[in-house]
């Protein structure tokens, strides 16, 4: 899996704690990677950002219910260990090997072409310091809209959904020819999440309508800042923070 165009930028790591999300913030749970049995250890909580991201939330929080009173963001990943990311990666790569009827152990092109959709959506699980996945910074959430009740709004895809369709702006075109379609609502939730979520500071993944980010080397190349303000968190500093 290829570096990302992020990758080279530096990190001037700010020493900023995580902390575990307020409960203003909505959780949808069961946590999806834990129910999988990845490997968060005895003090991985998932649900933890840094301070300054926590509190950018909490502003997108706000702009959102002042804007549509009846909904809520709703948060579906934060912090994840490098342990994590690597059992993610390759939980993605067989679940879309099976889909596919590929045989991931056995080299092929197929197997190349899939290895590198993947790689579009999952961070390399880099033990780099210069080059950490976004979510084991501490800087990255993967959220969605919810209603009063946590229920989480119709976005036209899957959080992780591996394709075309968890791009950002795959429903545009369709909801510009039918207004009225579903296609449009799912275009409109989207533009609402990433509306709100900008309005707090935040940049959003190109590749994905879900995750967003302050702070890291994603956001600092998308925002145009010269260097990232976070670098990868392990397990045993995330322990002593808890």
Request: glycine letters at 8%; one cysteine or more.
């Amino acid at each position: 899996m290829a570096l990302r165009p992020w990758s080279p930028i530096p990190i001037h790591e700010c020493g900023e704690p995580l902390v575990a999300l307020p409960s203003q913030l909505w959780r949808l749970e069961p946590h999806p990677y834990r129910l999988l049995g990845a490997p968060y250890g005895p003090e991985g909580d998932p649900f933890r950002l840094r301070q300054g991201v926590v509190e950018r939330l909490l502003q997108a929080e706000q702009a959102l219910r002042e804007d549509v009173p009846g909904l809520r963001l709703a948060i579906f990943d934060a912090w994840r260990p490098l342990a994590v990311q690597r059992f993610m990666v390759r939980h993605a790569l067989l679940q879309e090997c099976a889909q596919q009827g590929v045989n991931p152990h056995q080299p092929s092109g197929q197997r190349d072409r899939i290895e590198a959709e993947v790689g579009r959506f999952w961070a390399p699980p880099s033990d780099d310091p210069a080059t950490p996945p976004p979510h084991s910074t501490g800087a990255a959430v993967d959220l969605t809209l919810a209603d009063g009740a946590g229920l989480p709004c119709p976005m036209g895809g899957a959080i992780d959904a591996i394709g075309a369709v968890s791009e950002p702006e795959f429903y545009r075109a369709a909801a510009e020819r039918d207004p009225d379609g579903e296609a449009s609502r799912w275009h409109r939730h989207r533009q609402l999440l990433a509306q709100v979520m900008a309005s707090a500071g935040f940049a959003q993944h190109p590749n994905e309508w879900w995750h967003f980010s302050w702070g890291d080397q994603l956001w600092a190349w998308r925002s145009g800042t010269a260097a990232a303000r976070y670098g990868r968190v392990g397990e045993e500093e995330s322990s002593r923070n808890s």
